[in-house]
């Protein structure tokens, strides 16, 4: 039945992919010391080195959502598994949730609540903009929700939701207030307790440098007591002395952050077998934000973003959505009229090995986005991108003013 | 508010874990063949490369299953994330499953079908034993079940649940038939065709050789068509097109296995990203086990696990459990009397540098579990490993004779 495999067989072949410069909306190049991180050797569970790893790493990432928040550690997923474990741990059947819809992630938040059995309620803004905090107030007012989950970039439409403000508004009307920032943490200011955030998930593969595969969390002790209530243990390692929680069970196990915070926390009750090459990796992507500084990493991302949309709109290319209110680490631009979008896109990746992203949505068709984030928010790998798109509109017919994205990039560069 | 990281903190100092070896019942020592497959840079999630990689991970898993399916692929979390993801996306509120228990991950397995809203029949066995096919065939009678869920082997007892027969069982019942074989596979016979399974979840940290963090499924054209029927796809990327499943929506969104096939599959809709280094990963762990070959692979698990037996035996130590079910992998040893179980893997850690495993539930503290399994089912691991217990329990008192498990050990070895 099943495909019989000889030495000789190219599935077992090592796997050998070609250089790739990351360039869309992530995940992107990883940082090469991330890698040799993670190429560590293993140690138990519950090893003192491992324990050690793991209290370490919560402290890192307490620096890095600027939170003095005890409960920040790693959920064991990629990072649309820290939002569903944050909102299913969260969120009761009937709960209700507010979501202001401002892309693909808006839609993902809120299809995340709706299978938690939450009552969704969302107000959306056309992609490519961003609400005012009268507008989540005034939608606040009247729909009274438990909790309210809003991305604060969308990579989808590049635009950065401003969240200082939100907080106040959440904590006036008891409301819990969560955000996901996967696609903004590291490269535009995050600061979780000062907006008071009682929840927070993000993801590696964007501006922390690292591969998909681990989701950092932080929780406010709100959101700790909240979780909390509904406490269960699992019957297998279950004790007589325990107190099952008041609350409706958690409707995931793998996704319990009351399990998950027992595992992480001086219980250490076993969950799941933590992913112990991931954590290193998680580990080594703070170490490298902290040791440059977190207001150095945003400004170099502002830096090589700016560079990029002016590189750009040199090109005689128009760029996406409201600038204002855009994340620094990705910009979207509009695809020129008579280019065909995707044939320019499969030119700099097989020809030039770089790759620039598409989009979703109603978006589709319609622009390129292209990222200057983690690792790759650098001048090479900006001025590279450039030229090499140069090239390629060229050849397909767009007019522009020969090397006028490298010029004009390198010129900004020249004034910093 | 956050703490404060200067160049010269602790927490900023790259993780050197001490060098372990890793004889618990998992995880294990990876084969540094896998971290270094790991250590390659990533390519983007849509790259000609990218999914090459991903489809030969597909075959090279048929492989490991010993399967047909087309649907045999990763999910991106660990073993129970597997599990959750199977169970969720098979399972609708309400839904019938036999959960025949022989140890904790039985108990796993009814708490996580419980918390997706099935009813929950079990049937229990005392750990230390297993079923047989006529009581499971019994109890599907009596409840009638949709889903029959039971782990092949069961790391807390280390007790192997013969498979072989249920298939047929399930077929004449028409009840869907699913195993988690996370401890098993690798090191135990299994054949996911051949026996009839309609999904089988694993995970990489045990025989296979790699790190916690990916759980590769298989899914039968039953299961899948069970699933499907509940599709539906997310807002954000969905077009007009769209014909929604007739099913209940899956209660999940990360684990949601019709949305996971659809990244997958030829479709690649957008769903996470693909944690791409746990992808290396377990693409590695594939190869080398069918590279070495399934049936040496489970030889090599044997005669280790013999070894080890048998050397443990003759050091005048009791084995737990029924011999004749036992995965080759793990075996169960009574702590001796008069000895403080925790204090013998204290030094057995921290002065050897080895572990061994402690228990759960009816037998903490009654038994240790050592694993000769993957990259340690190894003739110097199993040897280093018994002549490091026979001096920490010799100063603890425990009455053995001299050299008596490695002597055993290398007898039989002698023998083969």
């Not at 000062?194 to 929780?219: E, F, N, R």
């Amino acid at each position: 039945m099943s495909e019989s495999f000889t030495p000789a067989s190219p599935l077992l072949r090592p796997f050998s992919p070609p250089p790739r410069l990351l360039m869309g909306p992530g995940p992107i190049t990883v940082d090469p010391r991330v890698l040799r991180a993670m190429s560590v050797q293993l140690v138990g569970q519950y090893d003192p080195a491992m324990t050690a790893c793991m209290n370490e790493t919560m402290a890192l990432y307490r620096g890095v959502f600027s939170t003095a928040n005890q409960w920040t550690f790693l959920v064991d997923g990629t990072s649309r598994a820290g939002i569903e474990a944050v909102l299913v741990s969260m969120l009761e059947p009937g709960d209700k949730v507010l979501v202001p819809v401002f892309g693909r992630f808006g839609h993902l938040l809120t299809e995340i609540a709706q299978r938690c059995g939450a009552q969704v309620h969302t107000i959306e803004k056309e992609w490519g903009e961003v609400f005012t905090p009268d507008e989540i107030e005034d939608a606040i007012k009247k729909f009274k929700p438990k909790v309210l989950a809003v991305v604060q970039g969308d990579t989808s439409t590049t635009m950065l939701q401003p969240l200082e403000s939100l907080g106040e508004i959440c904590q006036r009307h008891d409301v819990l207030f969560y955000s996901d920032a996967t696609a903004s943490i590291g490269g535009n200011e995050f600061l979780t307790d000062k907006w008071q955030l009682d929840a927070v998930s993000v993801g590696l593969q964007k501006c922390l440098c690292g591969p998909s595969g681990s989701a950092p969390v932080t929780l406010s002790d709100k959101a700790v007591a909240t979780i909390k209530k509904r406490k269960h243990i699992e019957a297998g390692i279950r004790t007589d002395q325990h107190q099952a929680g008041q609350g409706q069970i958690i409707r995931s196990n793998y996704f319990d952050l009351g399990m998950i915070m027992d595992y992480w926390g001086e219980e250490r009750l076993n969950h799941h077998t933590e992913a112990t090459t991931m954590l290193y990796g998680a580990r080594e992507c703070a170490r490298i934000l902290l040791e440059e500084g977190k207001e150095q990493v945003i400004t170099r991302h502002q830096q090589h973003g700016d560079a990029m949309a002016k590189g750009l709109s040199a090109m005689d290319l128009t760029l996406f959505g409201d600038q204002a209110h855009k994340m620094t680490n990705v910009v979207g631009v509009y695809i020129p009229q008579g280019v065909d979008g995707e044939a320019i896109r499969q030119s700099m990746l097989l020809d030039f090995g770089i790759e620039i992203g598409t989009s979703f949505g109603p978006l589709h068709g319609k622009i390129w986005r292209i990222g200057t984030m983690g690792y790759n928010a650098r001048k090479d790998a900006v001025l590279q991108t450039l030229v090499a798109l140069e090239s390629v509109l060229t050849r397909a017919g767009h007019k522009l003013q020969a090397n006028a994205g490298a010029d004009t990039a390198l010129n900004f560069y020249g004034q910093l």
